[in-house]
């Protein structure tokens, strides 16, 4: 593609999000963001370090070849979902790009001939660092919802698969009304209250991009401060005495019976009626904005209301994985994928996993 065609593409596409409407737009890039951009297109990159968004440069590629290293965070990510079963390299990949404190290591991204880095744009330390080495950098932007649209487009544009990225999306906006369809017609006292937990003693607050989840889902989130993230305590959670916990797939350690063995909470909703659920990982984790966030929706809303979605979720997986990935999963890898064992004693979860 021409790098004329290749920017017309880019502007196409980012006038499609201007008009999906607020909600599921997403804040768009500014000018410097923007001219950025089109220097990264103007050689497609080949050797690329991702500290964040690997898994969607698999996605885009269905392949492996360009991504030569990620962070530990997002290997173990790779590694402990399923696409290392159809990419087996990624078992190999290196990881000490980036410090346990989150500092590049330049040293290493330059032994590995890197042409392109993608960074979050709030590192800015980091981002310069890189840029004083001679490493170009993709800075992605944080945002309370439409993220997942921003980095397959932004990364689509500069690897040239602009056309992938369109058909990812173009699944994602007909999903997203699909659930919506059914979850904002619900009333406001059938929503509902869930708290969603990073850590057990830190929550995603209204503020965070987790909101838009919860919205789309058809849930309240049971917190009501005004804040992207709160740290809680005991008694900050017996107050607000969710329906539903959601316990977030990033974090191993965190697991319903840190509150299930806890008589502090044995009168909490959740806990009395056993809906705490650790949210699942396919080819990315699901709590986060990537190419699977259909999937993600459709899961958050059957664990809140089981009969109100048509199909299955193990059907919705087995549609969609071809398409992202070229992979027809077995039962086996979707047991892994919904966390099957993990949420065994979860309240209706062999429905929500059927």
Same mark, same amino acid.
């Given at each position: 593609?021409?790098?004329?065609?290749?920017?017309?593409?880019?502007?196409?596409?980012?006038?499609?999000?201007?008009?999906?409407?607020?909600?599921?737009?997403?804040? $768009?890039?500014?000018?410097?963001? $923007?001219?950025?951009?089109?220097?990264?297109?103007?050689?497609?990159?080949?050797?690329?370090?991702?500290?964040?968004?690997?898994?969607?440069?698999?996605?885009?590629?269905?392949?492996?070849?360009?991504?030569v290293a990620t962070s530990p965070r997002s290997r173990n990510t790779l590694l402990e979902g399923?696409?290392?079963?159809?990419?087996?390299?990624?078992?190999?990949?290196?990881?000490?790009?980036v410090s346990k404190e989150g500092a590049p290591n330049i040293e290493q991204m330059l032994n590995?001939?890197?042409?392109?880095?993608?960074?979050?744009?709030?590192?800015?330390?980091?981002?310069?660092?890189?840029?004083?080495?001679?490493?170009?950098?993709?800075?992605?932007?944080?945002?309370?919802?439409?993220?997942?649209?921003?980095?397959?487009?932004?990364?689509?544009?500069?690897?040239?698969?602009?056309?992938?990225?369109?058909?990812?999306?173009?699944?994602?906006?007909?999903?997203?009304?699909?659930?919506?369809?059914?979850?904002?017609?619900?009333?406001?006292?059938?929503?509902?209250?869930?708290?969603?937990?990073?850590?057990?003693?830190?929550?995603?607050?209204?503020?965070?991009?987790? $909101?838009?989840?919860?919205?789309?889902?058809?849930?309240?989130?049971?917190?009501?401060?005004?804040?992207?993230?709160?740290?809680?305590?005991?008694?900050?959670?017996?107050?607000?005495?969710?329906?539903?916990?959601?316990?977030?797939?990033?974090?191993?350690?965190?697991?319903?019976?840190?509150?299930?063995?806890?008589?502090?909470?044995?009168?909490?909703?959740?806990?009395?009626?056993?809906?705490?659920?650790?949210?699942?990982?396919?080819?990315?984790?699901?709590?986060?904005?990537? $190419?699977?966030?259909?999937?993600?929706?459709?899961?958050?809303?059957?664990?809140?209301?089981?009969?109100?979605?048509?199909?299955?979720?193990?059907?919705?997986?087995?549609?969609?994985?071809?398409?992202?990935?070229?992979?027809?999963?077995?039962?086996?890898?979707?047991?892994?994928?919904?966390?099957?064992?993990?949420?065994?004693?979860?309240?209706?979860?062999?429905?929500?996993?059927?």
């Amino acid at each position: 593609m021409s790098m004329k065609l290749k920017l017309a593409f880019t502007a196409v596409l980012s006038a499609q999000l201007c008009l999906a409407g607020p909600s599921f737009a997403g804040e $768009q890039p500014s000018s410097v963001t $923007q001219e950025n951009d089109k220097q990264l297109q103007a050689e497609t990159p080949d050797r690329i370090v991702a500290i964040t968004g690997a898994s969607n440069i698999i996605t885009l590629d269905r392949s492996a070849d360009r991504l030569v290293a990620t962070s530990p965070r997002s290997r173990n990510t790779l590694l402990e979902g399923v696409l290392s079963d159809v990419f087996p390299e990624l078992g190999e990949m290196p990881a000490d790009v980036v410090s346990k404190e989150g500092a590049p290591n330049i040293e290493q991204m330059l032994n590995l001939e890197t042409d392109m880095a993608i960074e979050w744009a709030r590192k800015t330390k980091s981002v310069e660092a890189m840029k004083r080495a001679g490493i170009p950098v993709l800075v992605m932007n944080y945002s309370k919802s439409g993220m997942e649209k921003m980095f397959l487009t932004r990364i689509g544009a500069v690897l040239d698969q602009e056309p992938r990225a369109a058909e990812i999306l173009a699944w994602q906006e007909k999903t997203h009304k699909k659930i919506t369809s059914r979850t904002h017609a619900l009333a406001e006292e059938d929503k509902p209250r869930v708290l969603f937990l990073l850590r057990a003693n830190y929550a995603a607050g209204p503020s965070s991009h987790f $909101q838009f989840t919860m919205d789309t889902a058809g849930a309240r989130n049971a917190l009501e401060t005004p804040a992207r993230f709160v740290e809680i305590d005991a008694e900050m959670l017996l107050n607000a005495n969710p329906d539903v916990i959601w316990l977030m797939g990033w974090n191993p350690r965190l697991k319903a019976e840190v509150f299930l063995d806890n008589p502090v909470y044995a009168d909490v909703p959740a806990v009395k009626h056993r809906r705490i659920y650790k949210v699942p990982v396919g080819g990315d984790h699901w709590d986060a904005p990537n $190419q699977e966030f259909p999937l993600a929706w459709e899961w958050f809303t059957r664990t809140i209301h089981p009969e109100l979605l048509d199909g299955s979720i193990r059907d919705s997986v087995r549609a969609a994985y071809p398409m992202l990935y070229g992979l027809t999963p077995s039962d086996e890898q979707l047991d892994r994928i919904l966390r099957v064992e993990e949420n065994a004693e979860a309240a209706n979860y062999a429905q929500v996993a059927r």
